[in-house]
């Protein structure tokens, strides 16, 4: 069973940083595909930033790209997501997700790809 625990959410003044970690278990991690996806109140989901989790190679969206980046430890089977720059608009739940198999972050950061999904963690911007 696939297990995804996020943490790292909170609250900080535009500008700031925060590093959200995502510690996965029963995950086939060495040859993966994991992500960061984020909805705010009203909004539709949107995927953030991707990683294969064997080599390493990373994808981000437009809105990110720049500020955020996607990393990961294969030692302790968990992705990170360093947010800088932080904006208000940046404000949302965030969420890890795990998809089946590994191509699929080459196809774009879509929700549809990916199959397992942590219970998310909220971040605030302030402006």
């Known amino acids: 069973q696939v297990q995804l625990m996020e943490s790292g959410g909170g609250s900080v003044q535009a500008g700031g940083s925060l590093r959200l970690s995502c510690a996965a278990s029963?995950?086939?991690?060495?040859?993966?595909?994991m992500g960061w996806f984020r909805q705010a109140p009203g909004k539709e989901r949107e995927g953030v930033a991707a990683?294969?989790?064997?080599?390493?190679?990373?994808y981000y969206s437009d809105s990110v790209k720049g500020r955020f980046t996607i990393s990961q430890d294969n030692a302790k089977n968990t992705i990170y997501l360093q947010m800088n720059s932080l904006k208000p608009e940046d404000t949302a739940m965030y969420y890890c997700?795990?998809?089946?198999?590994?191509?699929?972050?080459?196809?774009?950061?879509?929700?549809?790809?990916?199959?397992?999904w942590g219970q998310g963690t909220q971040v605030t911007v302030s402006s």
């Open positions: 997700a795990a998809a089946g198999a590994s191509w699929y972050c080459s196809q774009g950061i879509h929700s549809y790809h990916f199959n397992y």
């Open positions: 029963g995950y086939t991690y060495t040859n993966g595909c």
């Open positions: 990683i294969y989790t064997g080599s390493g190679g990373a």
